[in-house]
């Protein structure tokens, strides 16, 4: 079994930066592929980041040039460094892991509070 633990969230004003982390522990040498998802209080869960073992990244549109995505192989670690924050941020910030695609395990979440 796989576990991802969060951490780094919290409340910050709008302009500001937060990084978040996942650490990953158990069974993780299949997992090639991590990312962060959130959900804000009655919206859908929306996908933010992505990124590969080789370190191949994609990011929603609406985080581009802001948001940050890397990953420490050797940790099991994966990383959210978020800039310039918005009120829009704010949410819960979950990360996810899978063997090809993220989804198959989940961590507990963090929230992100975003003041302004």
């Known amino acids: 079994q796989v576990q991802l633990v969060e951490s780094g969230g919290g409340l910050v004003q709008a302009g500001g930066s937060l990084r978040l982390s996942c650490a990953a522990s158990?069974?993780?040498?299949?997992?090639?592929?991590m990312g962060w998802y959130r959900q804000a209080p009655g919206k859908q869960r929306e996908l933010v980041a992505g990124?590969?073992?080789?370190?191949?990244?994609n990011y929603a549109d609406s985080v581009k040039g802001r948001f940050t995505i890397s990953r420490d192989n050797a940790k099991n670690t994966v990383y959210l460094q978020m800039n310039y924050l918005k009120f829009e941020d704010t949410a819960i910030y979950y990360c996810?892991?899978?063997?090809?695609?993220?989804?198959?395990?989940w961590g507990q979440g963090t929230p992100v509070t975003v003041s302004s």
């Open positions: 996810s892991a899978g063997p090809y695609a993220v989804g198959k395990y």
């Open positions: 990124i590969t073992r080789g370190g191949t990244t």
């Open positions: 158990g069974d993780t040498f299949s997992i090639h592929v």
